[in-house]
């Protein structure tokens, strides 16, 4: 049978499932790989998508089974291979007459006549509906030698005890060294890339959060209900009904179902995505008894599952939706009264007021009482935003506003939950709202507060700046409590505009206000705020971190988490000598974050974390991987600003330092496609591209353009500057030219060691002197240096020795630099090999090979310990603090190295050595 055409041009979250996949295919010996899930789950699609990518030369046979194929002997071989009806070995082996040995026989020698001695993949696709003979030779198959890859897909949940697969998966475990691949459902994060994708743009996460909760993740349901819609727009699919082929596959679960057991499935179906025991039961009327029997069936039957202890949620929601479509209204709103009267009447969970506030709002207004919702909906906002669900908080506000549009409570509780939830539009909209409808000037400045750091995060600096002056404006309208607050946000207004000197004087003015006035929490805000403003600027920068480090603790026990967030992500930009500290310090700033429901700091800033951390560590690829994971999670939706996509900029930065320039101006395309102006940024990667492709005269044009960016900008970095003047030193660009460079890159502000490091490279241009070569050594233990960047250091003084005719002094750094650059490229080793030459040292691709565990990166010995001590990817990644996809790139290299093939021979290959 001819497959649907997907509705997504590509295939979404399998790509490790690809990758493995075709590293077994390319093994030279026989492989065999199962590949497990639900229906819908993107088993086939895999399979597509994997056959398109193995390589020319290799065989494929395909063969795909029915549900009613298991009266068909050898349906799966007849299904893949195309041969005249008058083929001797075909007709062989559907000759019932011949006996069952004799036809498993024909059917292996018809695959060894197919395929001979070629690579192949051979793939039996549903197993679950193989007959037995299928199942045989599936079996008999992986006894085949030579470069074969084997591979079967299945459904656990319809491969019974009594099935012929059943026993063909034990006994292949047994016999043969299986490759498991479990897909999974899709994450949101993967709903909004499937729909990206599916668009072409990014998309809003208020349609990926309600799709996604609508299909639940299934791949197949997504691309039905994009398929049968596919004239509308994706808000309005949010709303649209199932379409009717969808509807069919959902209701073919119940329809066996008496009709008892179909009343209490209907009533589940409309209490809603979690179904509590006791709720059911009073709404259904059933004795506990005879619910638990129903219950035990529908979890049986795989319909629903037990979520926590008495509670049920329908296993595909659209199970949920489909039955309650076919239901009267009337049918669905007595239910929600019944469930309403429960909950309020404190029949479920014991006590009124224990009832989740949420369940009674979605009752209250399904039943038309909507004084109930509003009531639940303003004490639901304000429990989800204390636990962090902020996502959750803004629907329940929402749901009141459209009832009472201009309560400034809500408006007030909707402003904040967008912005945690990352809905920068929306918590804008809210915002604006809610200054507009307040009374009271405190409520009013309350408004501007976070519209002013909403205005920072889309880059309206200008928006930033009026709604900084409205504050300072309301001032004096302000009780003392308040006007201390507007104080702090004033000194994080500057500090966020680079100005802080008159950040730090307006949080001292709060201090103050806050001491006299007895205000612990204003007095910490205050404090945080200035550690920031501190942390800012070197020669203040230790004061910061200790006035910072110092509160955490105080503002953690009093469940201040957004602030707390924000205190560690300063703390983790401030340089320190122990890279396991900075990380801990980023996994705390995550947690905190979450809890807050923080989206920012939580997601886009903690990927941003772990790519630092990399780059402090050399690990050049562990940076990039964490960028493209972060960016992953973020890209997919609709933003404004550069933070549109938030990891871009540094992405293509890391490119250049790779040297791989044509995805380094593919990413510099994307980032002028914004349409966001960035001064020094955008300019400064354009020109360091010009610089690293030799066109000398786009790069002294464009060095004028950075230039004057660099005047108008308040801040100086001295990572920024040493890329520059790296960059500008390899194009070649004349002396005079770079020396304006390092003087308007470099000023009080830049952290004494990347002074020093700018300054000797420029000087080294203009000659080498002893004086340069003192520069270069004194920064090669500098603390606040990245690794490679000590490599750079390292292979300068290198360079200046051999000038100054002292090469033996010179070997030292050389070795010293190819150990920080161990797991880097680009033009720093290219740099270090030049060096090499020019002092007649082998150069490392032609050093003697090392095998073994001597092979391994200290790093790769580490993790290669916690391997052998069994620790799985996930803990990997907690225990190391960094991303599961820099574990499994981690464990990948290992088993290379070693030559092996699983993990759990990492033992023995340890104690060999």
């Not at 007849?78 to 083929?87: K, M, P």
């Not at 009073?282 to 219950?295: K, N």
């Not at 509670?311 to 309650?324: D, I, M, P, Q, W």
Request: proline share 4%.
């Amino acid at each position: 049978m001819r497959p649907k055409r997907n509705a997504s041009p590509m295939m979404i979250g399998r790509d490790r499932e690809l990758r493995q996949l075709t590293q077994l295919a390319s093994s030279p010996r026989p492989e065999v790989a199962l590949v497990a899930g639900e229906p819908g789950i993107g088993k086939t699609r895999l399979i597509q998508e994997f056959l398109a990518k193995v390589p020319a030369g290799t065989v494929a046979l395909v063969g795909r089974a029915e549900p009613d194929s298991l009266a068909r002997p050898y349906e799966l071989l007849l299904d893949a291979v195309s041969l005249a009806d008058d083929d001797p070995q075909l007709q062989a082996l559907t000759d019932p007459a011949r006996s069952p040995v004799e036809r498993l026989h024909t059917g292996i020698d018809l695959v060894d006549r197919l395929v001979g001695d070629a690579p192949a993949v051979i793939v039996f696709d549903d197993l679950h509906w193989a007959d037995s003979e299928s199942a045989a030779l599936f079996e008999r198959l992986a006894d085949r030698t030579g470069s074969q890859l084997l591979v079967g897909t299945y459904r656990p949940d319809e491969v019974t005890s009594r099935h012929p697969v059943a026993a063909l998966l034990a006994r292949l475990e047994r016999r043969h060294e299986v490759a498991h691949l479990r897909l999974g459902r899709l994450t949101e994060a993967d709903t909004g890339a499937m729909l990206a994708a599916v668009t072409g743009k990014p998309v809003s996460f208020r349609v990926v959060a309600s799709l996604y909760r609508r299909t639940g993740g299934n791949p197949f349901f997504l691309e039905e209900l994009l398929r049968a819609h596919s004239d509308i727009d994706l808000e309005t699919l949010c709303e649209s009904p199932l379409p009717w082929s969808l509807t069919e596959v959902l209701r073919q679960q119940v329809d066996d179902l008496d009709p008892d057991r179909l009343r209490i499935v209907e009533a589940a179906a409309v209490l809603g995505h979690r179904v509590p025991f006791d709720l059911l039961a009073a709404v259904t009327g059933a004795s506990e008894q005879q619910l638990i029997e129903v219950l035990r069936e529908l979890v049986t039957r795989g319909l629903l599952i037990e979520s926590t202890e008495d509670e049920f949620t329908f296993r595909h929601a659209l199970v949920r939706e489909a039955l309650t479509g076919q239901m009267l209204g009337r049918q669905r709103r007595r239910l929600h009264e019944a469930a309403l009267d429960a909950l309020l009447a404190g029949t479920v969970g014991g006590a009124t007021d224990a009832a989740d506030p949420a369940l009674v709002a979605h009752h209250a207004e399904a039943a038309g009482r909507y004084d109930d919702m509003i009531a639940a909906a303003r004490k639901g906002t304000a429990v989800y935003l204390a636990i962090g669900s902020a996502y959750q908080a803004l629907q329940l506000a929402e749901m009141a506003l459209d009832e009472v549009g201009d309560d400034t409570e809500l408006l007030a509780a909707a402003a904040r939950a967008a912005w945690l939830a990352g809905l920068g539009d929306d918590a804008t909209a809210y915002a604006c709202r809610w200054r507009d409808s307040a009374d009271r000037a405190e409520e009013r400045a309350e408004a501007l507060y976070l519209l002013m750091r909403l205005s920072w995060e889309s880059d309206d600096l200008a928006d930033m700046e009026r709604f900084t002056d409205d504050i300072e404006a309301l001032l004096d309208e302000l009780p003392g409590p308040d006007r201390a607050q507007a104080m702090t946000v004033l000194s994080q207004s500057l500090t966020l505009r680079d100005l802080p000197d008159a950040a730090i004087e307006w949080a001292d003015r709060a201090l103050v206000l806050a001491e006299q006035l007895d205000l612990r929490r204003v007095q910490l805000t205050a404090q945080v705020e200035k550690g920031s403003a501190l942390g800012d600027r070197p020669v203040t920068a230790q004061d910061g971190r200790q006035l910072l480090a110092g509160l955490l603790d105080e503002v953690e026990k009093l469940g201040e988490w957004v602030l707390a967030a924000r205190a560690l992500n300063m703390l983790v930009q401030i340089p320190l000598a122990s890279v396991t500290e900075q990380a801990e310090l980023l996994e705390r700033m995550r947690i905190d974050a979450e809890r807050a429901g923080y989206e920012w700091l939580a997601v886009a800033s903690y990927y941003q974390g772990l790519a630092r951390l990399a780059l402090k560590d050399g690990d050049l690829d562990a940076a990039i991987d964490a960028l493209l994971e972060g960016r992953a999670r973020n890209r997919v939706y609709r933003r404004r600003g550069r933070r549109s996509d938030f990891h871009l900029v540094f992405l293509a930065g890391l490119s250049l330092e790779a040297g791989d320039l044509q995805r380094a101006s593919d990413l510099i395309e994307e980032v002028e496609a914004l349409r966001v102006r960035m001064p020094v940024a955008l300019p400064g990667l354009t020109f360091h591209l010009a610089c690293r492709q030799n066109r000398l005269a786009d790069a002294d044009r464009l060095l004028t353009v950075v230039l004057d960016d660099l005047e108008e900008q308040p801040w100086r970095s001295g990572s920024q500057a040493h890329d520059l003047v790296s960059a500008a030193l390899f194009g070649g660009l004349p002396l005079p030219r770079v020396r304006e460079l390092v003087a308007e890159s470099l000023t009080p502000d830049v952290w004494d060691d990347w002074r020093t490091l700018v300054e000797a490279q420029a000087a080294e241009a203009a000659g080498v002197t002893a004086d340069v070569l003192t520069a270069y050594r004194s920064v090669t233990k500098a603390v606040i240096l990245p690794n490679a960047v000590l490599a750079t250091a390292h292979t300068g003084a290198a360079r200046c020795l051999h000038a100054l005719g002292r090469n033996a002094e010179a070997a030292p750094h050389v070795e010293a630099a190819a150990e920080l650059l161990e797991q880097w490229r680009g033009w720093r080793v290219d740099q270090l090999e030049q060096v090499r030459t020019q002092l007649g040292l082998a150069p490392r691709s032609g050093e003697r090979a090392v095998t073994g565990a001597d092979a391994l990166t200290p790093r790769e010995r580490e993790v290669a310990l916690l391997i052998a001590a069994g620790l799985t990817n996930s803990e990997l990644a907690r225990k190391l603090y960094i991303s599961p996809k820099t574990a499994a790139v981690h464990v990948s290299n290992i088993l290379h190295k070693l030559g092996l093939s699983s993990r759990t021979e990492v033992v023995s290959a340890l104690g060999k050595d």
